[in-house]
């Protein structure tokens, strides 16, 4: 699955600090840095078995390697794909936003949550269904149709939150002076939004250039179904090493950038008074025109994928092109996996954050600052080369973890890892150090404070965490395809068997079960934690 809450470049934008009742002077424990720096090498260690593996590669080596017409081919694909869905995006996303939050167009409150909704389903579940729709969208075109659809939620989210927090008094004032509602939108509201747009496109920057399943369903060749491809036919090695470096570098030229767009300027309001809303901005006659576009795209964002699951699960196997009928006792295993590894991941990402939550909101320093920003750099790194990584790192020196479910749970903590920490650390920030204090004062040890104090007050941050985790991980394709030991069937390891073998009605049942749960645990995260599932602030 895609993301839920806006994750903003390595970390930035979660970092909104502590207040200052929640800082502890003096040095922290040695266990707890102890702790902290665990996490933090682990989100390092794929990076860094990487960069060991390219080195194997002289210079010349290298440079020829690169220079193959297929890398170029790759290299165009990709970031042709990137600037694209990024464009798209921005500008589907942000007007989604604008017309929700600032126009009379009909059923605004529908259309809020129709406009999220995308994010609960998995992009290669998006790409299942256009491609058993139609083969004619394996394609640059088809690509792009399908990242648009599934990431544009990503810009649209951090918008229409930047939307609602603006005052309404600088529109006032500029149509005052003459400005109708579009030349107030680009000269007054636009050049506000930057930090979430900005944000937003980084986001979808970074998914598409890591996403896998979406792309080899469509045979749309990028870095990632190249790597693939290459560890499949037993060509994995060091020149696949440098290929991966290649799509680290390009993620950070992403973070890089937005950094540099964004600059420094401040968008903070400035004098008091509490917030009022906006009147809503009248479209005329383009209300019809509007409402239409809302429809088309909510057809083509949910209406495809809900459809086309629909219609394959009324069909027979013999419908399909390849007849595998389905197993309702593989159903079965298959979701009592992926629930089980959804559970596993989401515990062991809630461990490795803890400890760094704790250290940057308590104990804040340089080293706290580094250890938060290498946690949240697991968000540019993409699925792919972390197994890979650790396939390389057991098969050569840690051999009783290959292929076992201990490693892919710690694939599923390293890579989700920043959206753990989201929910923690915002939790820890809320809560007062004075009252940590006296539940010592009353005896309490370090345990009887957390189950005591720290659990009942962070408990809604922590468990949006956790939610977030979990759908991720239930619904993972990439790492569960590498690293799953053998005969470990998932939901989403059984879409991917069945689609790739062109069984679309074999497949049905189980991308319905896995859009069931992505669903429902959506569901249950915005209405059991409200706020706390979105913790972010723009």
């Given amino acids: 699955m895609s993301q839920v809450a806006s994750l903003n470049g390595a970390g930035r934008a979660f ?9 502890r ?40 390697l690169l220079l193959r017409p297929l890398v ?22 942000t007007a989604t936003a604008w017309l929700v939050e600032r126009t009379d167009v009909p059923g605004r409150k529908v259309w809020a949550v129709l406009a999220v909704a995308p994010l609960a389903i998995p992009p290669f579940i998006s790409s299942y269904a256009w491609v058993s729709l139609s083969n004619g969208l394996q394609d640059f075109g088809g690509a792009l149709l399908v990242v648009t659809c599934a990431y544009y939620p990503l810009v649209y989210l951090p918008v229409a939150a930047a939307l609602r927090g603006l005052d309404p008094g600088l529109e006032e004032t500029a149509r005052s002076l003459g400005h109708g509602a579009w030349g107030c939108f680009f000269r007054v509201v636009a050049p506000q939004l ?20 979406a792309f080899a369903l469509l045979r749309f060749r990028t870095f990632t179904t190249e790597l693939y491809a290459q560890y499949r036919t037993g060509l994995d090695g060091p020149e696949s090493s440098v290929l ?17 767009l964004r600059g ?7 004098g008091s008074g509490s917030r009022r809303i906006a009147a809503p901005v009248s479209l005329g006659w383009i209300r019809q025109p509007a409402l239409l576009a809302f429809v088309a795209l909510t057809t083509a964002t ?47 990402a809630l461990v490795l954050a803890a400890p760094v939550a ?7 320093s340089r080293l706290s600052i580094a250890v938060e920003r290498i946690a949240y750099l697991a968000q540019g790194v993409p699925a792919i080369v972390v197994a890979l990584a650790f396939i390389s790192l057991t098969v050569q020196t840690i051999r009783p973890l290959y292929q076992s479910a201990a490693l892919l749970v710690i694939a599923y903590a390293i890579l989700f890892l920043p959206f753990a920490l989201v929910g923690v650390r915002s939790a820890l920030a809320q809560v007062q150090l004075g009252l940590e204090e006296a539940g010592r004062s009353l005896g309490l040890g370090w345990f009887g404070v957390t189950v005591r104090v720290l659990a009942p007050m962070a408990g809604p941050g922590v468990g949006a965490g956790a939610a977030m985790v979990f759908v991720f991980v239930a619904t993972e394709l990439t790492a569960t395809l590498l690293l799953a030991p053998i005969g470990t069937r998932t939901l989403a390891t059984e879409v991917w068997a069945n689609t790739t073998s062109l069984a679309f009605a074999a497949a049905a049942p189980f991308a319905a079960m896995m859009l069931a749960i992505s669903l429902l645990s959506t569901w249950l995260l915005a209405h059991r934690f409200g706020a706390a599932a979105f913790p972010v602030r723009v």
């Avoid at 420094?264 to 400035?270: F, G, T």
């Fill in 244 to 260: 991966a470096l290649v799509l680290i570098a390009l993620c950070l030229i992403c973070v890089v950038g937005e950094l540099n």
């Fill in 15 to 23: 970092g909104f600090g502590p207040p200052a009742q929640a800082i």
């Fill in 358 to 364: 704790y250290l940057a909101t308590r104990y804040p």
């Fill in 25 to 64: 002077r003096g040095r922290a424990p040695a266990g707890l840095i102890a702790a902290a720096a665990f996490a933090a090498v682990l989100v390092l260690l794929p990076i860094l078995v990487t960069v060991v593996q390219a080195a194997g590669v002289s210079a010349q080596g290298a440079v020829d």
């Fill in 302 to 348: 949910i209406g495809v994928p809900l459809g086309m699951i629909g219609y394959w699960l009324m069909q027979h196997a013999q419908a399909a092109t390849s007849p595998v009928a389905p197993s309702w006792p593989v159903l079965f295993d298959a979701t009592l996996a992926s629930v089980g590894y959804g559970l596993a991941g989401a515990a062991a």
């Fill in 72 to 93: 170029g081919r790759l290299l165009v694909n990709t970031v042709g794909l990137v600037v694209a869905a990024s464009a798209t995006c921005a500008v589907i996303g």
């Fill in 264 to 270: 420094r300027a401040r968008y903070a309001r400035v």
């Fill in 194 to 213: 930057r930090p979430a747009l900005y944000g937003g496109v980084l986001l979808v920057a970074l998914d598409v250039l890591i996403e896998f399943g």
